[in-house]
């Protein structure tokens, strides 16, 4: 099992959210509401962790700066939109994992 960090972000005036994985480069997703946008970055995940393995690659090493990063980035594109500055962080475990 495999388990991640992931950055949620609420688009204000919607039930939307965003959300993306710092540790898989170009991985994000978005769903209605917070229980969908989980769904859908989940299955992201799984497809990307499955194909980067299968050429070799492996995920980035989280840490807390690359989280960190990830959420500054967040931030950054919120306030020049003139949106809320919210966002959260929350564990998504992968049931299974491709082999290398």
Do not use: H
């Amino acid at each position: 099992m495999r388990t991640d960090t992931v950055v949620l972000s609420p688009e204000p005036d919607t039930d939307w959210f965003s959300v993306s994985c710092p540790a898989m480069p170009g991985v994000a997703s978005q769903g209605l509401g917070r229980e969908q946008a989980m769904k859908n970055i989940r299955e992201a995940m799984d497809l990307w962790l499955e194909v980067t393995l299968e050429e070799g690659g492996t995920p980035l090493e989280e840490t807390p700066e690359l989280i960190a990063k990830q959420v500054q980035f967040v931030l950054g594109w919120k306030a020049e939109e003139g949106w809320p500055l919210i966002v959260e962080t929350a564990q998504v475990s992968l049931a299974k994992v491709a082999a290398a």
